[in-house]
């Protein structure tokens, strides 16, 4: 998406994204679960449209905390479905609310979501891709390589040339550390 890195600054929505989030390393769980739950909002969709959502979205998923979400039933799929603010497609709505419970229990065999991905680290795209759609819903190849790249595991989130490529690589994510190794990452 190193594309990103010439129509990103500046703009009112992905100039913040692109700048302090996309590509950053994160083991926060919570922001982990929003940015994978936010990728499956974006399948078919503007990555604009869910940035202009995104408020919204978090205010309607309780700041995407796993065990609230997990906890929904049938009256917050309903309100989450009436809610004109948000991405309203069931599919990804009860997306999020199952792959919130498959958290839980990676988090009671690994200690968290961050572990588990580290457990499974390194690997190439499509094993990832693979990895992810036996682990939760809604998987798709864009889906889990976007989720990746945003949290510092695939490389590809910003050129080298780009002023946010060197504050990434000053926190060590998991992609420069294989390159480092002399392993790249098919």
């Excluded at 869910?50 to 905390?65: I, S, T, W």
């Excluded at 968290?112 to 190849?141: D, N, Y």
């Excluded at 695939?154 to 080298?160: E, I, K, Q, S």
Aim: charge should be neutral.
């Amino acid at each position: 998406m190193s594309w990103y890195c010439d129509v990103a600054p500046g703009h009112p929505f992905h100039g913040p994204y692109h700048d302090d989030e996309y590509g950053f390393p994160s083991d926060d769980e919570r922001a982990l679960f929003e940015r994978l739950s936010l990728e499956i909002f974006q399948a078919g969709l503007s990555w604009l449209i869910v940035l202009k959502k995104r408020p919204a979205l978090v205010a309607a998923f309780d700041g995407f905390e796993v065990d609230r979400v997990a906890a929904y039933g049938e009256a917050e799929r309903a309100r989450l479905l009436a809610d004109p603010g948000i991405i309203r497609n069931r599919r990804k709505i009860d997306a999020i609310i199952e792959n919130a419970r498959r958290l839980q229990a990676l988090r009671r065999q690994h200690g968290s979501f961050a572990a588990w991905i580290t457990s499974h680290h390194p690997r190439g795209k499509e094993e990832w891709v693979a990895l992810f759609r036996r682990t939760f819903v809604f998987m798709g190849g864009e889906v889990v390589n976007e989720f990746l790249m945003s949290i510092g595991i695939l490389p590809g989130a910003h050129r080298t040339d780009c002023p946010v490529h060197a504050r990434i690589a000053a926190r060590g994510p998991a992609w420069m550390e294989v390159e480092k190794a002399g392993n790249p990452e098919p």
